[in-house]
């Protein structure tokens, strides 16, 4: 998440980001406890949060994300909370990845359709150059923070073997610089599971383009 400030006109704007964890609301977890349980309960943190800036700051640019599995009965809570309705974006639409994920907010323009990308990220672009690895799938399925398991094809061949993505691809893949994740002596396991939590950069780039206006940027 992040908060900035920047003038527009006589008007102070300020943003908000965050999503909290799916641990509890995502479907694949039978243990689930729900929005009222557990790690769900983090929502109305936010809420409180997010509230509390508005009475003191103004006009605030905010976006809500988390998954589209979870139950109906979570999603109209968040919904309720919010005032809106949440939109549906999946990464698949600008790189090789299946991550679809709903995201609440009122960043200009949120709802606008989404262009199709004339080159979007392909699996190839991806792989390690030098080491002779070839993608065998066009997209990859959803990654996540649990174990991965062999219930979905390899998608990669190397020296005619199969083989998964190694951590420096799947940053590739989310639009991260290689070894990005590689800080603080992390552990290779410890990178895929942040890997798993983290958001597309590509999406972000998509839904927060509008705020250009509103914030200085580097161009």
């Not at 998440?1 to 980001?17: H, I, M, N, T």
């Not at 606008?112 to 672009?125: A, F, G, H, N």
């Not at 940053?171 to 939590?197: A, I, W």
Request: overall charge positive.
């Amino acid at each position: 998440g992040g908060g900035g400030f920047a003038e527009f006109g006589k008007q102070w704007y300020q943003r908000r980001v965050r999503g909290s964890p799916c641990n509890d609301l995502a479907s694949v977890n039978p243990l689930k406890k729900g929005i009222y349980g557990g790690s769900g309960l983090l929502f109305f943190e936010f809420f409180r949060i997010l509230s509390y800036v508005q009475r003191q700051e103004g006009h605030v640019f905010w976006l809500f994300e988390n998954v589209t599995s979870m139950s109906t009965d979570d999603r109209t809570t968040i919904s309720r909370f919010l005032q809106c309705s949440p939109l549906k974006i999946d990464a698949k639409h600008f790189t090789c990845m299946n991550r679809c994920r709903l995201f609440w907010g009122n960043i200009p323009g949120l709802k606008r359709p989404i262009m199709p990308v004339d080159s979007p990220v392909t699996l190839q672009e991806c792989l390690e150059s030098r080491c002779g690895r070839s993608a065998r799938v066009e997209k990859i399925n959803c990654v996540t923070s649990r174990k991965r398991t062999e219930t979905a094809p390899a998608p990669v061949l190397m020296e005619g073997q199969t083989d998964g993505l190694w951590t420096t691809e799947l940053e590739r893949v989310f639009g991260l610089e290689p070894h990005y994740t590689d800080v603080g002596n992390m552990s290779n396991t410890s990178r895929l599971k942040l890997l798993g939590k983290s958001w597309s950069v590509h999406v972000m780039k998509h839904i927060l383009a509008p705020l250009d206006r509103y914030f200085l940027t580097e161009k």
